[in-house]
């Protein structure tokens, strides 16, 4: 019933951006707080950063601050992930997660090369 689907990831250069989005249905979205989640080969998932109900970014790491902005929509069940300036480092499955039920989407892939 509960289902997030990420999409957006693809392919850039070394300092090129994406826009990463999950949309979700089978919960009321609207009051529930939402995380990105990434995953490089060979390395354990990690939290990129996270947003309250409201739309307030919470938690988001060293590594991506100032390049990377969290933000929903709760009309449209959304919630997205805009990166800039993306490094070799952001290459990696990239997982929107449901915080209430420690549930993740089926991920989007995010290539980035020099």
């Known amino acids: 019933q509960v289902r997030l689907v990420e999409s957006g990831g693809g392919s850039v250069q070394a300092g090129g951006s994406l826009r990463l989005s999950c949309t979700a249905s089978?919960?009321?979205?609207?009051?529930?707080?939402m995380s990105w989640y990434r995953q490089a080969p060979g390395k354990e998932r990690e939290l990129v950063g996270g947003?309250?109900?409201?739309?307030?970014?919470?938690d988001l790491q060293d590594s991506v601050k100032g390049r990377f902005t969290i933000s929903r929509d709760n009309v449209k069940s959304g919630m997205y992930l805009q990166m800039y300036d993306l490094q070799p480092e952001g290459t990696a499955e990239y997982f929107c997660?449901?915080?209430?039920?420690?549930?993740w989407g089926r991920g989007t892939q995010v290539t980035v090369s020099s």
């Open positions: 947003i309250t109900s409201g739309g307030v970014e919470i």
């Open positions: 089978g919960f009321n979205f609207g009051l529930e707080r």
């Open positions: 997660q449901f915080e209430r039920w420690e549930f």
